[in-house]
């Protein structure tokens, strides 16, 4: 989480400079601010990931209050896979967890930065694919953040991180 440490405020940065359907999708985060903890500036941080590489927050972290526990458990049985963060009406996390093919692996974590990084370890060790939905998010995770087999990036992947390390 070093490397999304140090890319925070510039990786909002190329997201809130962006146009269209970005920007509108941006509004909706609580963009950071200096007093800001590290928890919620990585998932702030990685929602503009998300939105960069033009998918969808939604495809890979399912919201839910308290009060849907139970229908969140419905709805995550259909889900392949999935972060799960359950919020009190005060917005305060009260469980994360992990869904692997409509099953919950894992849960009481302590961040969706943490869930993301045990997530993509789940996929290594199951040899599992990332969801097509999110492909470019998680091959930059692999790629940038993790330094794992860094050749080949995709267009938009090798854009972002030219961005970011002022290789453009």
Request: charged letters at 30%; aromatic letters at 6%.
């Amino acid at each position: 989480m070093q490397k999304l440490d140090e890319k925070c405020s510039e990786l909002i940065q190329v997201v809130t400079k962006k146009g269209g359907a970005i920007r509108e999708k941006t509004k909706l985060l609580p963009i950071v601010e200096t007093d800001t903890d590290t928890t919620t500036k990585r998932e702030i941080d990685l929602k503009c990931l998300i939105l960069n590489m033009g998918e969808s927050v939604e495809d890979l972290i399912k919201e839910f209050l308290v009060s849907e526990k139970e229908e969140a458990g419905q709805i995550l049985q259909r889900e392949t896979i999935a972060i799960f963060v359950i919020r009190d009406a005060q917005a305060a996390t009260k469980d994360i967890g992990i869904i692997l093919e409509g099953q919950e692996v894992v849960n009481k974590l302590a961040s969706v930065a943490n869930a993301v990084a045990i997530l993509l370890g789940f996929l290594y060790a199951l040899n599992l694919e990332y969801p097509k939905t999110l492909k470019l998010t998680f091959e930059y995770i692999q790629k940038v953040f993790m330094e794992l087999d860094p050749k080949g990036m995709a267009t938009k992947v090798k854009k972002l991180y030219d961005q970011l390390y002022n290789r453009a």
